[in-house]
């Protein structure tokens, strides 16, 4: 029998998840509200008085849009994140189904070498990456953008564990129905780790879409920069020196990210808890 904590425990438990959560939301919140004022509110010592924008400047959104033409470089990242974010999970999800489910000579090893890619550093992995495009014509590319990033060994593993909780015995009804392995996938299996889907899918367009370093490593031109370089270029005061409009620049960055949680939040945390459920 499990006893409950004393009320005192509990509370001390929240207060500190509590402070942790808002060390996480007062920089999110400063930059909003700072987006929202002008040059000189935003220069002004904080206190309680300046904290909040007198008369909130909406048309910095506006300007911040015009000035550094974020625009273009915002097509650019939404086009890359979901082209990147649709192939990975497909290239994941299948290569979990065939690693928890299909037998193939080889599968040990092979998995432990897809386990053994999470091991390498960003800079090996990024230095081969580049080599590999390089030879293909893929610098100051969209496809150099995409292709480094359409499987992983964290999703391949990810996708593994979720799969392996779905029974066998639904895998042998329907091979004994004459379903196919690729039928099996779609029809049985996928409907059944959607959850698990759809957090992988959030886990890689945020990465994709915050993705900073690749892209400065092999984008040259102007044309196929994403939103990030762009923001970077504009903190530095490349187009503009206005505070409120480099925060309003930088919360245009953010937000696809919380729309894109919001929709899918139920589906991400029963994503992660199945996937901690099995091995």
Known sequence: MTTKPRLATRL??????YAAA?????????MVLTSLKTADQATQSPTLGTLLPSDPQWGNYAEAMRSAGLMQFYKMSLGVAVVTTV???AHNALAGYAFAKLRFAGKRIL??????????????????????CSRLGYIDDFRGLVVPFLASGFGVFYMRQAVAAVPDALLEAARLDGMADTEIFWVIIRPIIWPAISAL??????NSWNSFFWPLVIIDSNENKTLPLAIAEL??????QSWPIIMAAATILVMPL??????A???????????GMKE
């Open 12 to 17: 001390m438990v929240h207060a500190v998840v």
């Open 111 to 132: 998995f432990v070498a897809t386990l053994a890619t999470m091991m390498l550093p960003a800079q090996v992995f990024f230095l081969f990456a580049y080599v590999i």
């Open 258 to 263: 919380i729309v894109v949680f919001f929709l």
């Open 22 to 30: 808002l060390t996480m939301l007062l920089p999110f919140l400063w």
């Open 265 to 275: 939040q139920g589906a991400f945390i029963r994503g992660v808890a199945l996937s």
């Open 201 to 206: 899918a959030i886990f890689t367009f945020m």
């Open 87 to 89: 192939l990975a999970v």
């Open 235 to 240: 903190a530095a005061g490349k187009y503009v």
